[in-house]
């Protein structure tokens, strides 16, 4: 990969200093105008293909998964307050619901984020109320 041309500490350079505006290309002279949309469509690609092959190195890194804590295992094996019944929705439920969206079944449809995702195809819906739980 070839990331020399970006400062290490910027994730987007900043524009080069000019000392005035650029000047005008001559009517008289179209190639200026050409050799200009060139110049720029070749950085944009350079962009673009480094762009992409950092994306490609980070899609390509993995690391093991973390280990088990025993602290946390200890934690849930005491912690004294039962899940809600909302808690204890399974899967099974989950996909029943999104299946009965599919087919426009529900015409009210009340959650987080969640139904905002590729997962959920809405037919005929009526109404969307986005609620995003609150952790504090």
Known sequence: ??????????????????????????????????????????????????LMELYLHRLKQRRPPYPKNAAVAEFEAHFPYEPTPDQKLTRAEKETYLEMIKHGDLDIIVGTHSLLGSRVVYNKLGLLVVDEEQVR
């Open 1 to 50: 990969m070839n990331f020399s041309s970006y400062p290490r500490n910027v994730a987007f350079p900043a524009p080069r200093k000019r000392k005035g505006p650029r000047a005008l290309s001559k009517l008289s002279d179209p190639g200026a105008w050409e050799k200009r949309k060139t110049k720029g469509k070749v950085a944009i690609q350079r962009m673009v293909v480094d």
